[in-house]
């Protein structure tokens, strides 16, 4: 799956509405509606970035009114688009706070959800902190500007100087698709992938990260699909642990009660050449090694096979 993150201003500031107005106000135009019905595809999760109510006395950090994200989803899905996620933050301008900038917790923590590969998602923000989070995650930034200079939004002196901009959401749907485009020519993205920190390193403290509220059924069930399979995949690896163990006791038993047999009792001639006494020993362990572990390497592939088929099911076309 592929990832679009959309700040909550950019979307306002598309339809000339000052962020810092009253929610009631907030009507989106046609052309900012077109644009985000055209982010949504069948492999693609659309989030809106922004800031919980809950941030700072009902201001943001930017001192911004509360949000009303959830009036925004509506008029989206009125108009026949669809809004997968809200991912908040909450700290506002505390120190504690890993959601944006150089440790972008709001774009890891949707990709570890959603098995999002962050070089394969855009972040089409509204301001430097924005950029300087998707730099950070390995995703691709946008800047959509929506009637301000570049100096305004990033100053004099930006730390990237290549970072796109767009003076509206249409030209940013249209740099995607652009993007989209040269990465099926190329048969890869043009970003390398940044590895996401383990669920034990990145929920290490989960007040620090930022929440997502799911709104579409599509999340839902996408969510819902890959915790079962982690769970699925905990189970069986936790069998074949108990698996490994108990053939490890079994051979292990085989081979005391054959070496006390070869002590004690006298075999046929054929037994001789059956258990390859005539290979010296070491050669012997050697073969027997090798022999185990290309059934152990056929034994995972094929778990694997099993395993990818029953939680990845192939899309119809």
């Given at each position: 799956m592929k990832g679009v993150f959309v700040h909550r201003d950019s979307v306002l500031r598309d339809s000339r509405l000052d962020p810092r107005s009253s929610p009631e106000t907030w009507r989106l135009t046609p052309a900012t509606l077109e644009a985000m019905r055209s982010l949504a595809a069948e492999d693609t999760l659309v989030f809106i970035l922004g800031v919980s109510p809950a941030a700072t006395s009902e201001q943001s950090e930017d001192g911004h009114d509360t949000l009303g994200l959830d009036m925004l989803v509506k008029q989206v899905e009125a108009a026949g688009g669809r809004i997968d996620g809200l991912i908040s933050c909450e700290h506002g301008a505390q120190a504690a706070c890993k959601c944006w900038g150089e440790y972008p917790g709001a774009l890891w923590v949707a990709a570890s959800q959603f098995s999002l590969r962050p070089n394969e998602c855009y972040v089409l923000g509204d301001s430097v902190r924005d950029a300087v989070a998707a730099y950070a995650a390995g995703a691709r930034p946008m800047i959509i500007l929506c009637a301000r200079t570049i100096g305004e939004v990033l100053g004099n002196l930006p730390a990237h100087k290549d970072l796109p901009m767009a003076m509206d959401l249409t030209t940013a749907v249209r740099y995607i698709a652009v993007e989209e485009e040269i990465t099926r020519q190329l048969g890869h993205t043009r970003n390398p992938a940044t590895p996401i920190p383990s669920d034990e390193v990145l929920y290490a403290d989960t007040t620090v990260l930022p929440t997502i509220k799911l709104t579409s059924p599509l999340a839902q069930s996408l969510q819902a699909r890959l915790r079962r399979a982690r769970v699925q995949l905990k189970d069986m690896a936790r069998w074949l642990t108990f698996f490994v163990l108990g053939v490890v006791g079994l051979?292990?038993?085989?081979?005391?009660?054959?070496?006390?047999?070869?002590?004690?009792?006298?075999?046929?001639?054929?037994?001789?050449?059956?258990?390859?006494?005539?290979?010296?020993?070491?050669?012997?362990?050697?073969?027997?090694?090798?022999?185990?572990?290309?059934?152990?390497?056929?034994?995972v592939r094929s778990f694997y096979r099993s395993a990818n088929i029953a939680f990845w099911p192939k899309r119809r076309r």
């Open positions: 051979s292990l038993g085989i081979a005391y009660m054959l070496t006390h047999l070869y002590r004690v009792q006298p075999f046929p001639e054929f037994v001789y050449y059956i258990t390859l006494q005539f290979i010296p020993r070491p050669l012997r362990g050697a073969l027997f090694i090798i022999w185990g572990a290309g059934v152990i390497l056929l034994a």
